[in-house]
């Protein structure tokens, strides 16, 4: 399956653009107009809300670029975006930015080794006692295992058992965020996570885990210099 990505790279001497707060400039840019698809949204076709992990455009980025992604490759949805995005961000950087449309192929496959991966800004909401009393290596592995079994079984991918996997997170960096939402502040906080961790799978595309993946929050990278994620 392919995905399609919007990449705008940051110019020289300019701060990226964080992704939830694209999002919000997006919005602010469409000002009520109908030229964002309402999954933009984080809504479907019907007004009703998406569950998580269903968002079909998100806006995404690391710490070099900020962009637009259709998780299956929803041309449709993707191209509408594709403008108001580049306007946007040249008005915010004060020149035009590189920018270029990306085909990612969306997939995974077991691998012989174990491969190391980054996990950037994932939010996890913690409303139970239950779900507070895990340790923050439990959450993500729950999280990851949740993500990689829906979409296997959304797309058809062939995914080992989970204990095939053998995942192992090696390093964890947690704190608090308040929860925005459209009416403003909530007295809600999820827990923000930055960790590094491992597994005999090979992912290939744009993956995320957790809560807030629509804000761009918790992509999934290799750990190493280079290629998309740089």
Same mark, same amino acid.
């Given at each position: 399956?392919?995905?399609?990505?919007?990449?705008?790279?940051?110019?020289?001497?300019?701060?990226?653009?964080?992704?939830?707060?694209?999002?919000?400039?997006?919005?602010?840019?469409?000002?009520?107009?109908?030229?964002?698809?309402?999954?933009?949204?984080?809504? $479907?076709?019907?007004?009703?809300?998406?569950?998580?992990?269903?968002?079909?455009?998100?806006?995404?980025?690391?710490?070099?670029?900020?962009?637009?992604? @259709?998780?299956? $490759?929803?041309?449709?949805?993707?191209?509408?975006?594709?403008?108001?995005?580049?306007?946007?961000?040249?008005?915010?950087?004060? @020149?035009?930015?590189?920018?270029?449309?990306?085909?990612?192929?969306?997939?995974?496959?077991?691998?012989?080794?174990?491969?190391?991966?980054?996990?950037?800004?994932?939010?996890?909401?913690?409303?139970?006692?239950?779900?507070?009393?895990? @340790?923050?290596?439990?959450?993500?592995?729950?999280?990851?295992?949740?993500?990689?079994?829906?979409?296997?079984?959304?797309?058809?991918?062939?995914?080992?058992?989970?204990?095939?996997?053998?995942?192992?997170?090696?390093?964890?960096?947690?704190?608090?965020?308040?929860?925005?939402?459209?009416?403003?502040?909530?007295?809600?906080?999820?827990?923000?996570?930055?960790?590094?961790? @491992?597994?005999?799978?090979?992912?290939?595309?744009?993956?995320?885990?957790?809560?807030?993946?629509?804000?761009?929050?918790?992509?999934?990278?290799?750990?190493?210099?280079?290629?998309?994620?740089?």
């Amino acid at each position: 399956m392919t995905q399609l990505l919007l990449r705008i790279n940051t110019p020289p001497g300019c701060q990226t653009i964080y992704r939830d707060k694209f999002r919000e400039m997006l919005a602010k840019a469409a000002d009520g107009r109908a030229i964002l698809p309402p999954q933009f949204f984080h809504y $479907g076709e019907d007004g009703k809300p998406l569950s998580t992990g269903e968002a079909e455009i998100r806006t995404i980025g690391s710490k070099n670029w900020v962009g637009v992604l @259709s998780k299956t $490759g929803n041309a449709e949805l993707f191209d509408p975006c594709v403008g108001i995005a580049t306007r946007v961000a040249a008005n915010h950087y004060g @020149s035009p930015a590189k920018m270029e449309v990306m085909e990612l192929e969306y997939g995974l496959e077991a691998a012989a080794m174990p491969v190391f991966y980054n996990l950037s800004r994932a939010a996890f909401k913690r409303r139970s006692a239950k779900r507070r009393a895990l @340790s923050t290596e439990e959450i993500i592995k729950e999280y990851l295992l949740r993500q990689l079994n829906d979409e296997a079984e959304r797309f058809g991918f062939d995914l080992p058992p989970d204990s095939a996997l053998k995942i192992q997170v090696h390093h964890t960096k947690e704190m608090g965020m308040r929860l925005n939402l459209n009416t403003g502040l909530s007295n809600e906080y999820v827990s923000l996570v930055d960790a590094n961790f @491992s597994m005999y799978l090979e992912l290939h595309g744009m993956w995320q885990i957790g809560n807030l993946q629509a804000r761009g929050h918790g992509l999934i990278y290799r750990a190493k210099p280079g290629g998309v994620w740089s």
